[in-house]
């Protein structure tokens, strides 16, 4: 597609609840990246891909979140048992590839997620 | 360790005034890139600029402008004749060369152009 794509835009979720957000990097990108954004911890690294490998994991806050690429492109990012602090906006990037040379990310418009 | 800092949580200007965004950042690496990323109400966030740390040129782009300075660690950024839709919430971003990629923010600033 022409850029990132996330869905759902809009997430509410009752505590305890499995969700699952998903990420449609531009085609063509082998990195792909989620970060979330809340109002007390501002935008944080959570995970990134390099094809469908996950090199460093040590962004996600908790064994309650997973994430997944499949076929190099789509990323499903998994939170278990939710929770209220996991209220946030989640947003994916992707990028032409990992090396900082071709390292420009683009972002989605990101999932709200509300954690009741 | 990475840290991004933009001291400046709010500014509000009116329209036409300049203003300038400050971004101040720490790193160990020689080889990082530093980036600006607009955000509007609409919550997407716009690539803006990239520098690389070799390259202190400054940079224009309309009434666009950035400064980098190794020498103070920061990298401003400047909007000449602020208009009403340059009111969005701007990031200041690094990244190193071992940091697999990731991008590490600032914290943002918020700016508000009234007309």
């Known amino acids: 597609g022409a850029g990132v794509s996330q869905s759902p835009s809009n997430k509410v979720t009752e505590k305890g609840k499995d969700v699952e957000l998903r990420c449609d990097p531009i085609?063509?990108?082998?990195?792909l990246y989620w970060y979330r954004q809340s109002l007390g911890q501002g935008l944080e690294f959570l995970i990134y891909?390099?094809?469908?490998?996950?090199?460093?994991k040590s962004g996600l806050p908790s064994d309650r979140f997973s994430a997944e690429r499949t076929g190099g492109s789509v990323s499903t990012l998994t939170i278990q048992r939710t929770q209220q602090e996991d209220s946030a906006v989640y947003l994916c990037a992707s990028s032409l590839e990992l090396t900082l040379a071709k390292n420009i990310q683009y972002f989605g418009a990101g999932t709200r997620l509300s954690v009741l | 360790a990475q840290k991004v800092t933009q001291a400046q949580t709010e500014i509000s200007v009116v329209e036409k005034e300049d203003v300038t965004l400050d971004c101040v950042y720490e790193?160990?690496?020689?080889?990082?890139?530093l980036f600006w990323y607009k955000q509007p109400p609409s919550g997407e966030l716009v690539f803006l600029i990239r520098?690389?740390?070799?390259?202190?040129q400054n940079e224009i782009s309309g009434r666009y402008s950035w400064n980098f300075q190794k020498s103070t660690s920061s990298f401003n950024f400047t909007i000449t004749a602020s208009q009403v839709v340059d009111s969005a919430v701007y990031f200041c971003?690094?990244?190193?060369?071992?940091?697999?990629?990731?991008?590490?923010f600032g914290q943002g600033t918020e700016l508000s152009v009234k007309p």
């Open positions: 520098r690389n740390s070799f390259d202190e």
């Open positions: 971003a690094l990244s190193a060369a071992n940091q697999g990629g990731k991008l590490i």
């Open positions: 085609s063509g990108h082998t990195a």
């Open positions: 891909f390099q094809g469908n490998s996950a090199p460093d």
């Open positions: 790193t160990r690496d020689t080889t990082y890139y």
